[in-house]
């Protein structure tokens, strides 16, 4: 059937797709309460790839250190946060032409050992080597797929490479912190392991230590934190996967999505940067499409040119 015909300037609508639009209502997008419009931060496709139908795996470091329920809590408000409608419409305007995205959780699993008091920039390699060796990762599509390093409580992050492997910069990490004890959440990169070339997103297990903040503790549930900043790293690395690549080669060109201004970055650090003090402003907990609820930190919008909240 013809829907839509042009005769000299006129246009003619079918009646039946007229009917089909009754009772719609147009959607306002809406900045987060507090912040005002600043587009001048706004992002800009650098030229490098993006992930559309992105994949993740995620693997709990040191398992016996973990309960059960902080698993079961990550696991569900996590694949629940990236697979929503309403959160990946803010998305949407990151991929010209694409009428969805997608994310799929392709489950969890412990690995074994005990807490490590440090984990590094350096040890993140030879983990997900050991993985790919030893057939844990066996069918994975790495080109679409991030691979989620979860660390145990007590552990301390760091971003610190002196294998060189790739240490990130001020330039494109989400703060120019080099420690959790610092405020360092988690952040996302690639590893080149031979020929192969893994997408992973790293993160610490937020919470306060005998008085003093390890990463970002914004809730007092710690589950929490954890799904906040891995729902960040996995935003940024489908709009901007090889930032890691990008430093290593100084080369822009191979950015996705970001903002060169000062207070840009990637699309979850600008809110970070513009929200300062405020920083209960960009991580909410939000209702997704399902009924449950999530903890998520809101995404930079070019469309609002600021953080945006979840809409349908």
Same mark, same amino acid.
């Given at each position: ?201 790293? #993160?610490? @297990? *937020?919470?306060?230590?005998? $008085?003093?903040?390890? =990463? ?5 549930? +710690?589950?929490? /934190? ?29 950015? #996705?999505? @970001? *903002?060169?201004?000062?207070? $840009?970055?990637?699309? =979850? ?5 513009? +929200?300062?003090? /405020? ?29 945006? #909240?979840?809409?349908?």
């Amino acid at each position: 059937m013809t829907t839509t015909t042009h005769r000299h300037g006129i246009v003619r609508i079918d009646p039946d797709v007229l009917m089909s639009l009754a009772g719609h209502k147009a959607v306002k997008r809406k900045i987060a309460p507090g912040f005002k419009a600043r587009k001048s931060l706004n992002m800009k496709a650098m030229g490098g790839k993006t992930i559309k139908n992105l994949s993740f795996r995620s693997f709990y470091i040191a398992g016996p250190s973990w309960a059960a329920s902080d698993m079961t809590n990550i696991d569900t408000a996590l694949s629940g946060a990236m697979a929503d409608p309403h959160l990946n419409n803010v998305l949407l305007q990151y991929y010209p032409g694409a009428a969805s995205i997608s994310t799929a959780f392709l489950g969890s699993s412990t690995l074994p050992g005990a807490a490590p008091k440090t984990f590094s920039r350096d040890d993140v390699n030879p983990l997900l080597a050991g993985l790919i060796s030893n057939g844990t990762l066996h069918g994975v599509d790495f080109d679409n797929t991030v691979i989620c390093l979860f660390l145990p409580p007590g552990s301390i992050l760091t971003t610190d490479a002196a294998g060189g492997v790739g240490k990130l910069s001020d330039d494109h990490s989400i703060d120019d912190k080099d420690s959790s004890e610092q405020g360092l959440g988690g952040y996302h990169g690639s590893c080149h392991i031979g020929a192969q070339r893994v997408y992973f997103a790293v #993160g610490v @297990y *937020s919470q306060f230590i005998n $008085g003093k903040p390890n =990463g970002i503790p914004v809730w007092p549930d +710690a589950w929490k /934190n954890v799904v906040a900043t891995f729902y960040h790293e996995l935003v940024e690395a489908r709009t901007d996967p090889d930032v890691e690549d990008a430093i290593r080669n100084n080369s822009d060109a191979l950015l #996705g999505w @970001y *903002s060169t201004a000062k207070l $840009g970055g990637e699309i =979850g650090d600008i809110p970070i940067n513009v +929200a300062a003090a /405020n920083l209960r402003g960009v991580m909410v907990e939000v209702t997704l499409a399902n009924g449950q609820t999530a903890p998520v930190q809101l995404m930079w919008s070019n469309a609002v040119g600021g953080p945006e #909240g979840p809409f349908a």
